[in-house]
């Protein structure tokens, strides 16, 4: 079976995020629903644990399960107050939303200026993310922006598809770098014929 890279997964995982996004911005209480499904993404896993060392022997059961279970029920909490409570994570979201993009878009302008001369890196590469850290930095600082959720998630929608972009680009020049570099070996035969 073939390994699924992680750095793929992460980009179309952010892909779908971005598009989701993009395609219900304008949902009245778009972030009531973001926080839901968060509060899902805590407790389910919270949920799993609990009832598998539940279920599990007492005799079969480790120290390591037990140390477990304080975290799970850490997480079953805050997941059971994020799905009824909703509403108190608005601001919260919307910070995370800011942070997150302004982070994705440093990230890429430090790889871009680390990789800028083994992979000949033009300086269009650095439109992109540039604006996804402007755009993070203007929906963290800019309180008329912030009051206006359906604008702050479109952005970010639209962030995280620059963001794919270009993680695509930076693909791209390491493709073009690797079939670019060429590796001749003389073979053996080469080396030991007699030079006349």
Known sequence: MKKVSVNLLTNVILLLAGIILIVFHGVPNILIWGARVMGTTFLLPAVAYLVMVA???ADVRKSADYMGVLPAVGGLCFGLVMILKPDKFDEILQLLMGVLIVVLGVFH????????NALSIKGWYYLCPVVVVLCGLLSLLVPALRENVSMVVLMTGICLLLFNFTSLQEYLAERR?????????????VENEPQG
Request: charged share 30%.
């Open 177 to 189: 770098k690797r079939k670019g570099v060429v590796v001749n070996f003389p073979s053996e035969d």
């Open 55 to 57: 279920v599990r022997h």
């Open 109 to 116: 302008v430090i790889y871009l200026l680390l990789s800028r």
